[in-house]
């Protein structure tokens, strides 16, 4: 007898791994449990799909990004091959542009040939006797002009104590004869008695003088004329006005 005829003879179960698994499966099916080891590889095989769906759609929003670009700048080259076609087309602006400054540098000599052709190096006296002339026309209307301008008047604004002899002096009387002096470039002011002491006051007056016509001194000598009220005369103040 051959050992395959002995083998087949023999009692063996080669399958009996894949029934084992089988009536598992059926138990479980029975009770409601679902084998986990499957349940997990489904779901990574579903996490796996949606990762590529994802990934796909991005190349294709990225693709569409790119031809986007690609016809701008195939746009852009059309253009500028228009342009620089349509310039190799009229090469004749450049010539005349370079040739205006020639014509101008040519323009330009002629009018200085002219204007030293104007040019009298050899002046006459006639020259110089009018440009004498109008010299002198100008210094006298600006004198002229000088002369008739006002000149400015300097003035001084004076304040004078004026002091009698005793508290029996009529003061009224005193004010009144010190107005009485006038002159050319003198303006009296206002005025106020000021107690001095032991009743008596003196005569604060105000006046404003040209300093041209008008000083303190003479002031001073006039206004002491009048002995019979007057016994000094200081100046409390002076301003230039």
């Known amino acids: 007898m051959s050992g395959l005829q002995c083998l087949a003879s023999e009692n063996i179960w080669f399958d009996k791994p894949r029934y084992d698994d089988a009536e598992k499966r059926f138990y479980e099916a029975q009770n409601g449990i679902t084998p986990q080891?499957?349940?997990?590889?489904?779901?990574?095989?579903a996490a796996g799909d949606q990762e590529l769906i994802s990934r796909m759609k991005s190349l294709e929003v990225e693709n569409n990004s790119l031809h986007k670009v690609v016809t701008d700048l195939r746009a852009a080259l059309q253009k500028l091959e228009s342009r620089v076609a349509t310039l190799e087309k009229s090469?004749?602006?450049?010539?005349?542009?370079?040739?205006?400054?020639?014509?101008?540098?040519?323009?330009?000599?002629?009018?200085e040939e002219e204007d030293d052709d104007d040019i009298?190096?050899?002046?006459?006296?006639?020259?110089?006797?009018?440009?004498?002339?109008?010299?002198?026309?100008?210094?006298?209307?600006?004198?002229?002009?000088?002369?008739?301008?006002?000149a400015?008047?300097?003035?001084?604004?004076?304040?004078l104590d004026v002091?009698?002899?005793?508290?029996e002096t009529d003061m009224s009387k005193m004010e009144e004869h010190v107005r009485s002096v006038q002159m050319d470039g003198l303006l009296w002011g206002a005025s106020k008695l000021v107690p001095v002491g032991y009743g008596i006051k003196k005569l604060q007056i105000n006046c404003v003088v040209e300093d041209d016509k008008v000083g303190t001194d003479i002031l001073e000598e006039e206004i002491t004329k009048f002995e019979d009220f007057v016994q000094s005369v200081d100046v409390a103040a002076f301003n230039k006005i």
């Open 37 to 45: 080891p499957q349940q997990q590889q489904s779901s990574s095989h």
């Open 91 to 111: 090469p004749a602006a450049a010539p005349c542009a370079k040739a205006a400054p020639v014509q101008k540098v040519a323009n330009g000599a002629k009018a």
């Open 120 to 150: 009298d190096l050899f002046g006459s006296d006639d020259d110089d006797d009018e440009a004498e002339r109008i010299k002198q026309e100008r210094l006298d209307a600006y004198a002229a002009k000088k002369a008739k301008k006002p």
């Open 152 to 159: 400015l008047i300097a003035k001084s604004s004076i304040i």
């Open 163 to 167: 002091k009698p002899w005793d508290d």
